[in-house]
């Protein structure tokens, strides 16, 4: 089992800067696949980006140059750097994991944080 913690969310003006945090607890870390996804009120849920148990990186093309997604092996932790913000990033923002290879099915989920990004 793997329980995922969201926090970091908070309000910011466009151009802003914000910085999420999912804190992971339960099975071994490194061997897990993470991803973050957002939700914005009536749209479907959209994967930001992900980052496998090698390190590598997947970024959707909304947020390319904009957000840097990383991982603390140590700590557990799983990071969302978002730079250069706009009101089309406000959403609730979700923390995902999964030990399935593909890293396209995602078994763990956590409740979200929300951000919101004025103009």
């Known amino acids: 089992q793997v329980f995922l913690v969201e926090s970091g969310g908070g309000s910011v003006q466009a151009g802003g800067s914000l910085r999420l945090s999912c804190e992971r607890s339960?099975?071994?870390?490194?061997?897990?696949?993470m991803a973050w996804f957002r939700q914005a009120p009536g749209k479907e849920r959209e994967r930001v980006a992900s980052?496998?148990?090698?390190?590598?990186?997947q970024y959707a093309d909304s947020v390319k140059g904009r957000f840097t997604v990383s991982k603390d092996n140590a700590k557990n932790i799983l990071y969302l750097q978002m730079n250069s913000l706009n009101p089309e990033d406000s959403a609730t923002y979700y923390c995902?994991?999964?030990?399935?290879?593909?890293?396209?099915?995602?078994?763990?989920w956590g409740r979200g944080t929300q951000v919101t990004v004025s103009s």
């Open positions: 995902a994991a999964t030990f399935r290879a593909s890293c396209n099915s995602w078994d763990y």
């Open positions: 339960g099975n071994r870390y490194s061997s897990l696949c």
């Open positions: 980052i496998d148990s090698g390190g590598s990186t």
